[in-house]
């Protein structure tokens, strides 16, 4: 991967550089940002009003970070899964580079900048142990169940606006169900969204059709960035995390026009997206970017994400969720008040005080199924099975330190 090459990093042009800096001194920045004073709530709560040193975004990411489940974070797989080595990323990480990520272009662009970083750190918060693998078989049970579907950036919501009613704005939930770090496009127009009820009616929609997940278009130029920026922050640093984990040996990538490794690439599409976006209503890269881009990604999908011993272990995770699945749904038609669904779930969302419509308890049981296993850490997620199943065969063994 590190062949000897010259290094690959692009600058902004000087015609640019210079518009920015006059821009700046003069008060001429762009005006394309979404204003704090537009901030929708879904309820009209005093203590969530903007004040002098707290913006309204500023709150929602006060919110998010001090959400119960965004500990959770630090124990659930990015890409690679049952590794003993810190330097191997967590989701925990992926938010913080993706949140940096979008806040260097959105200073560049005058966009809002807590806007960008509420998004941006709760983007995953609804995503499953065991990335997206897990993410994929949690779908097809909850499916087969009840043929509706689980989609993490959708759940992410659910997370932050349901199970814990934080009365986030719409601003920032709108962004968080808006991003799929999947889907590239060369080009990003904010799709207007003026209230709840629309917004509601979309994600009822994704439930009901994971189709409708790929046509969703964040409704602010600040969730557009985070966006493109979920797959800026991943794309070189799974290749990092491919050549740590020794599991992928002798990796190796052409460079396509946006460098190699991560610092290059990094550098290089934010360049090119200042570059293009810049005082502008919309987020662009240019063609030839855009190309470089789809040809990197697939060639970490080639390399890295479908190389079979990295996901060998998978079929084990699926047994595994299938298994936790019938039995905590077993456990919530029976009653079993001294099952893990009740004892550290139900009660664990139910004792933090948020004023509810309806009790948690009550809500459909699949999907309280579907809640707490998507809440799971990647070890509390075999811990749990091996508690439930103590005589089962099935074993997730992790890699050591040392091995």
């Known amino acids: 991967m590190y062949n000897k090459r010259m290094a690959n990093y692009k600058n902004l042009s000087k015609k640019l550089e210079n518009l920015i800096e006059n821009d700046k001194l003069n008060g001429t920045m762009p005006r394309f940002f979404c204003s704090d004073n537009s ?12 004040n002098v040193w707290r913006t309204a975004f500023i709150r929602d990411i006060d919110k998010i970070l001090n959400c119960p489940f965004y500990n959770r974070y630090t124990d659930k797989t990015q890409v690679f899964s049952l590794y003993k080595n810190d330097d191997i990323s967590r989701r925990a990480l992926h938010v913080q580079l993706v949140s940096r990520t979008a806040r260097t272009i959105g200073k560049a662009l005058n966009l809002n900048l807590d806007l960008i970083e509420a998004i941006s750190l709760g983007h995953d918060m609804g995503h499953t142990p065991f990335g997206h ?17 689980f989609n993490h950036n959708i759940h992410s919501v659910r997370v932050l606006d349901k199970i814990f009613p934080l009365n986030l704005s719409l601003q920032t939930l709108d962004g968080i169900a808006c991003h799929n770090g999947e889907i590239e496009l060369n080009e990003y127009r904010p799709a ?35 966006r493109i920026s979920d797959i ?7 290749r990092q995390d491919a050549e740590k984990s020794r599991l992928l040996e002798n990796l190796s990538f052409n460079d396509s026009g946006i460098g190699v490794i991560n610092s290059e690439i990094v550098n290089n599409l934010m360049v090119n997206i200042i570059e293009n976006s810049y005082n502008k209503p919309y987020i662009k890269m240019d063609k030839e970017c855009f190309d470089a881009l789809n040809k990197a ?18 079929i084990i995770i699926k047994q595994m969720m299938e298994e936790i699945y019938n039995k905590l ?3 919530l038609i029976n009653g079993n008040l001294s099952s893990p669904v009740y004892k550290h779930h139900i009660e664990y ?43 089962s065969n099935l074993e997730l063994k992790y890699k050591g330190y040392f091995e």
């Open 39 to 50: 901030v929708i709530r879904r309820k009209d709560n005093e203590h969530d009003n903007a």
């Open 133 to 149: 693998a897990g993410e994929k078989f949690l779908d097809e049970l909850y499916r087969n169940h009840t043929d509706r579907r």
């Open 297 to 314: 990604k697939r060639d970490n999908y080639e390399i890295i994400y479908l190389d079979k011993a990295h996901n060998e272990s998978n």
């Open 349 to 391: 969302i139910n004792k933090p005080y948020y004023k509810r419509d309806i009790a948690y308890e009550e809500t459909e049981k699949n999907q309280i199924v579907v809640d707490y296993i998507a809440s799971m850490t990647d070890d509390y997620f075999i811990e749990l099975h091996k508690y439930l199943f103590p005589k």
């Open 329 to 331: 749904l077993c456990d």
């Open 192 to 226: 207007v969204l003026s209230n709840f009820d629309k917004f509601d009616k979309k994600i009822e929609d994704c439930y009901i059709d994971s189709e409708n997940v790929l046509k969703m278009i964040p409704s602010t130029l600040e969730g557009a960035v985070m």
């Open 232 to 238: 800026i922050a991943y794309l070189g640093k799974d």
